[in-house]
């Protein structure tokens, strides 16, 4: 990583995550050949990428449930009960015996919440996210959007501090894809949580990261952090914007000088 890669707030934030030449190597092959990375409380990271460079495998070590090779990760402040993941295949972890409530509802029972508490943050859940569904069925009676959504919905009930996606958005189509960032962004701009999010699009990255940080093909490293320090909510329209086209170009820009490596 480069020594002036990283753009950072003249605001002092506090740490989240701070990652210091991470390596994994897996039957010999090596995934990810050197990271070194800082999040800060309160930031939104877009993972960027090209395909097979190991962002999936990033967010799983960082997440315990796969192991380093060398390297340091270092948690400020983390709590196991405020962490959530939602992975790429959402509807392999929704609970097909159980209905929706009682899906989005499973964190919380597990965590001894009373039923009352229960029915009040998963309506707070139904309002951020504009759930129409019906949460007396069952999540392979929904759409893909909204079984999606429902994935979110129950990672986002416990009201984490830190927030892990894994291309939450790939298998919807482009009008449910923007509904989610809009709900998403809704939720931020309340919970202010960390949220690191893998993803392949571009657009995704810009609409809603505030830092960008862009690998190289594997074994990968980091190529660049770029920072987006426009305001939220980010509506459709800042997909129109100026702003918006500059940091695509920016991000596109890093991406293609880290391919021709």
């Known amino acids: 990583m480069k020594g002036k890669n990283t753009i950072t707030n003249t605001k002092q934030k506090k740490k989240a995550i701070t990652i210091t030449t991470l390596k994994k190597e897996y039957e010999g092959n090596k995934i990810i ?3 070194s990375l800082s999040i800060n409380q309160g930031d939104i990271v877009a993972i960027f990428g090209p395909n097979g460079c190991g962002k999936s495998t990033l967010l799983n070590i960082l997440s315990g449930i796969a192991e380093k090779t060398r390297g340091e990760i270092k948690f400020e402040e ?8 939602v992975f790429q295949n959402y509807r392999e972890s929704l609970l097909p015996w159980k209905n929706n409530y009682e899906n989005i509802a499973f ?21 951020i996210f504009s759930f129409k569904g019906n949460l007396k069925l069952y999540p392979y009676q929904l759409s893909g959007g909204q079984q999606q959504i429902l994935a979110f919905m129950r990672a986002l009930v416990v009201e984490p501090k830190l927030l892990f996606i894994d291309e939450p958005f790939s298998a919807l189509d482009y009008e449910n894809n923007l509904l989610l960032r809009k709900h998403l962004q809704t939720y931020y701009k309340k919970y202010n949580p960390t949220i690191l999010a893998i993803t392949h699009d571009i657009e995704e990255a810009v609409h809603l990261a505030n830092k960008i940080v862009v690998l190289s093909k594997k074994p990968s490293k980091v ?39």
């Open 223 to 261: 190529i660049e952090v770029i920072e987006n320090n426009a305001p939220f909510p980010r509506e459709v329209s800042f997909l129109n914007s100026k702003k918006f086209g500059e940091i695509k170009a920016k991000v596109l820009e890093v991406f293609l000088s880290g391919a021709r490596e």
């Open 107 to 127: 964190p919380l029972k597990l965590r001894g919440v009373s039923e009352h508490e229960k029915k009040k943050k998963i309506g707070e859940m139904e309002e």
């Open 78 to 85: 983390f709590d196991n009960k405020k962490f959530s993941y």
């Open 33 to 35: 050949s050197n990271i």
